[in-house]
């Protein structure tokens, strides 16, 4: 991972911030989280057919991809609530990324009635990642050094996280507006305007003005979101590459959009955190 800016006053803020209190209870949301995802992306990779029915064909290659980047999540929760110390901000800051991640992925199953059997793991992965979401929000320390940055990265990290509403408000906005005149109700992908509009780009947002102005949450949170964005976005590009286990092909204008915006969310991450 490359560097940006000042990346001496980010590993001093990194080593020095005791980011979450009560780590035990967060270590314990993470590895349950973790350990349900697992459970339930796993099954998907190992029989896709579990989708049949309750999604569309022509969506069953990103379900697919969803659960293997799921299966990746939970192995890395786990792995991160056994590694995480009160110490390593950064481990933190992950697990709240894939947190986010899972948050996002199982609450697009809740919203869209996937009611297969495993529809009550997945409302419980959705409400557990949430809450634990909750719990680190309301156990960040207070007490904890701060620092700022220099003007490059946070201005990079900053006007990184405003690039993805600028994209994606206007995007599903336009596509929402034929629906408002219509009335039409469509069957698959709504809950994606719900997620996006109502919490991933309302976040974005926030945490670039605070970056923007330097402020310890800012710092700590933006990376996180750039974790999920990563990972998430990450899922589409995978889920060009496996269409032909599906028997569909794969659209090399729909992946590359997907490669490029997961590598900027990767390089955008590094603009806050040292190698």
């Known amino acids: 991972m490359g560097r940006c800016g000042n990346t001496r ?9 005791a980011m979450l209190t009560h780590l035990f209870l967060n270590r314990v949301l993470w590895a349950v989280a973790g350990l349900l995802a697992l459970a339930a992306a796993a099954t998907g990779v190992w029989r896709p057919g579990i989708y049949n029915r309750v999604v569309a064909p022509d969506l069953v290659p990103g379900a697919y991809s969803q659960d293997l980047l799921s299966v990746a999540a939970g192995l890395g929760l786990l792995y991160l609530s056994y590694a995480a110390r009160p110490q390593r901000a950064k481990f933190q800051i992950v697990a709240l990324g894939l947190l986010g991640y ?30 634990a979401l909750v719990t680190a929000g309301a156990t960040v320390a207070r007490d904890a050094p701060s620092v700022s940055l220099s003007r490059a990265p946070r201005i990079a990290s ?6 993805q509403p600028l994209i994606f408000y206007p995007l599903w906005i336009g596509m929402l507006l034929p629906l408002m005149r219509s009335g039409e109700q469509i069957d698959s992908l709504y809950s994606i305007f719900i997620l ?19 402020h310890r949450t800012g ?6 979101l750039y974790v999920l964005g990563f990972t998430l976005i990450f899922s589409l590009a995978v889920g060009e590459l496996v269409k032909p286990l599906f028997g569909a092909e794969p659209s090399l204008a729909a992946f590359l959009p997907a490669l490029g915006l997961s590598g900027s969310s ?9 190698n």
């Open 9 to 17: 006053e980010t590993l001093i803020f990194l080593r020095e911030v």
């Open 158 to 163: 900053a006007a990184g996280a405003i690039l």
């Open 102 to 131: 899972l948050f996002y992925a199982y609450g697009i199953y809740v919203i869209e009635r996937t009611y297969n059997g495993l529809y009550l793991l997945y409302m419980a992965v959705f409400a557990l990642s949430f809450w």
């Open 196 to 214: 996006d509009l109502c919490f991933i780009m309302p976040g974005f947002l926030i945490l670039a003005f605070l970056t923007y102005r330097n």
């Open 219 to 224: 710092l700590l949170l933006l990376p996180a």
């Open 266 to 274: 990767w390089c955008l991450e590094a603009c806050i955190w040292p």
